[in-house]
């Protein structure tokens, strides 16, 4: 099983901004699927977002206050998260899925926005 580190995590307060960073074992440039999910107290894992080939997708809350960036050549996925809401709390996970090694999910960062 591919192997993804999350780190970048923090607190951080309401309005502020953080950068996560996905450091992936293998290379990425194979990568059918690579992306961010959230999981907040009490609530299930949601998607943050996710790229496809060229194609990314956000989740409605983050359009225009997230974005992902993939390095193929560091085998690095990043989110850059602006404009930070106490809603965006929560723990974030790197996820990937390739033919050759199913489904990864990292361990996971905590993100906290509170003043």
């Known amino acids: 099983q591919m192997q993804l580190v999350e780190s970048g995590g923090g607190l951080v307060q309401p309005g502020g901004s953080l950068r996560l960073s996905c450091a992936a074992s293998?290379?990425?440039?194979?990568?059918?699927?690579m992306g961010w999910y959230r999981q907040a107290p009490g609530k299930q894992r949601e998607l943050v977002a996710i790229?496809?080939?060229?194609?990314?997708t956000y989740a409605d809350s983050m359009k225009g206050r997230f974005t992902i960036s993939r390095d193929n050549a560091k085998n690095t996925l990043d989110l850059q998260m602006n404009s930070l809401k106490p809603e965006d709390t929560a723990v974030y996970y790197c996820?990937?899925?390739?033919?050759?090694?199913?489904?990864?999910w990292g361990q996971g960062t905590q993100v906290t926005v509170s003043s």
């Open positions: 293998e290379r990425i440039f194979s990568i059918n699927a």
């Open positions: 996820y990937a899925a390739s033919v050759r090694f199913g489904s990864s």
């Open positions: 790229t496809r080939g060229s194609s990314t």
